[in-house]
T-cell receptor
């Protein structure tokens, strides 16, 4: 089966950098995705890492280490609008298994 | 623009009633999914479909059914609603080549009294 672990909550101040970790246990591994969900909204895709290393997309970066079964989402120059829940997810066949989510609170 | 929509956005029903939640996508995606989201449980897969006439059970399928008669729609039916099915329901779709992005609908908030 598949299982993912994330911290439940993270708090940071505006302008700071925050890292949200995700560890996974999977039978077969094809990559790690990240989704953002604002309160009352739908999850939206942020990034996907199929290979080890860092992928950068603007203020957001995502890192994967397959040997450590570990990845993280890095958010730089935090803005108030980044307050949301962040989910890591792994493909399972053509489905996805989602982590429990990390609630990020950005303080002024 | 292509999109994925859900209706109704909010629904209140009574225990024992049958309820159907609609999901419609114009991405022409093969794969469609239904999730429920509850505090402390993240997103849990209810049912999924890889194409017309194909349906499969997910992690929490008991009490739910789906049918796929065309590419665009995957309605979710609660056969006899229970209070434990009070939740936020999300429909999603993806191309179907494996491991790629899922696109989520806006969600349906269901309250079973």
């Amino acid at each position: 089966g598949q299982s993912l672990e994330q911290p439940s909550e993270v708090t940071a101040v505006e302008g700071a950098i925050v890292q949200i970790n995700c560890t996974y246990q999977t039978s077969g591994f094809y990559g790690l995705s990240w989704y953002q969900q604002h309160d009352g909204g739908a999850p939206t895709f942020l990034s996907y890492n199929a290979l080890d290393g860092l992928e950068e997309t603007g203020r957001f970066s995502s890192f994967l280490s397959r040997s450590d079964s570990y990845g993280y989402l890095l958010l730089q120059e935090l803005q108030m609008k980044d307050s949301a829940s962040y989910f890591c997810a792994v493909p399972y066949g053509q489905n996805f298994v989602f982590g429990p989510g990390t609630r990020l609170s950005v303080l002024p | 623009d292509a999109e994925i929509t859900q209706s109704p956005r909010h629904k209140i029903t009574e225990t024992g009633r049958q309820v159907t939640l609609a999901c419609h996508q114009t991405w022409n995606h093969n794969n469609m999914f239904w999730y429920r989201q509850d505090l402390g449980h993240g997103l849990r897969l209810i049912h999924y479909s890889y194409g017309v006439q194909d349906t499969n059970k997910g992690e929490v399928s008991d009490g739910y059914s789906v049918s796929r008669s065309n590419t665009e729609d995957l309605p979710l039916t609660l056969e006899s609603a229970a209070s434990s099915q009070t939740s936020v329901y999300f429909c999603a779709s993806s191309k179907g080549t494996g491991g790629e992005t899922q696109y989520f609908g806006p969600g349906t908030r269901l309250l079973v009294l």
